[in-house]
C-alpha cells in the first residue's frame, strides 16, 4: 500500500495571482496482479481531478522493463472522465546507488467538453543516500483544443526517522517530498509543494 498528500501553490505571472490547491494519491495491492488507486486533486472550492483507477501487469516475467496498463473512471472538471493508461519502467545503478526510470502515459476522454488530452510523464529518480532521494521530472499533455505544454518538476524526498514501535504493528516507512515546477513549453507559471509519502 501507498498513498501521498500533497499541499500546492501556483503563481501565474500573466494573472499575477496565487492558487492553492491539494492532491491525493493511492494505491492498494490487491493481488499480485492487480493494484487499485485513487488520483485526486482540487480546492476547498472545487474538484479539479477525481479518478479511480486499476493497474495489471503485462507480461513483465524475466525482462528488466516492466509494463502495465490501467483503467480509470471518474471526473475531470466535473466531467465524466475515462482514463486508459500506460507505463514502462525499470530500476538502474547509478555511482552504486539504486534508481528508477519510468513513463507514464494516459488519455482522458472527457465527455461533454469535447477536451481530450493526452498525458506523459516521464521521471527519472535516484537514492542519494539511505535516506534522500532525488527525482527529476518532465511533465507534457497535448489537449485537442490549445496548446501543447511541457514542464520540469524537480523534487527531495526525505525518509523520515521511525519510532519504535510494538511489533505487532504494521511497519511503514514515511517520507517528506519538496518539489517544485517551472514550464519548459506553453507554461507561464511557477509552482511549489510539498507532501508527505507513506508505504505500507
Known sequence: MFYSAHANGEYSEDTGQIS?????????????TFTLGIDYSGSDIR??????????PIANKGRP????????????DSETTIRPGF???????????????????RALLIGGTGTNR????????????????????????????GSDYLKFAPSVVFERKQRKR???RRKSKRFIEIGVTTGILNYDA?????GIW???
Open 47 to 56: 474538484t479539479d481531478k477525481a479518478i479511480a483507477f486499476l493497474r495489471v
Open 20 to 32: 492553492q490547491f491539494g492532491s491525493l494519491y493511492g494505491e492498494y495491492g490487491l493481488s499480485d
Open 65 to 76: 522493463w516492466l509494463l502495465a496498463a490501467e483503467i480509470g473512471i471518474g471526473l475531470v
Open 190 to 194: 511557477y509552482a511549489a509543494k510539498v
Open 118 to 145: 493526452i498525458e506523459a510523464d516521464f521521471t527519472v529518480g535516484l537514492n542519494v543516500s539511505k535516506r534522500i532521494k532525488a527525482i527529476l521530472q518532465l511533465q507534457g499533455g497535448m489537449p485537442s483544443t
Open 87 to 105: 507505463s514502462i519502467g525499470r530500476g538502474y545503478r547509478l555511482w552504486d546507488r539504486d534508481g528508477w526510470i519510468t513513463l507514464d502515459t
Open 166 to 168: 510494538h511489533k505487532s
Open 198 to 200: 507513506r508505504e505500507f
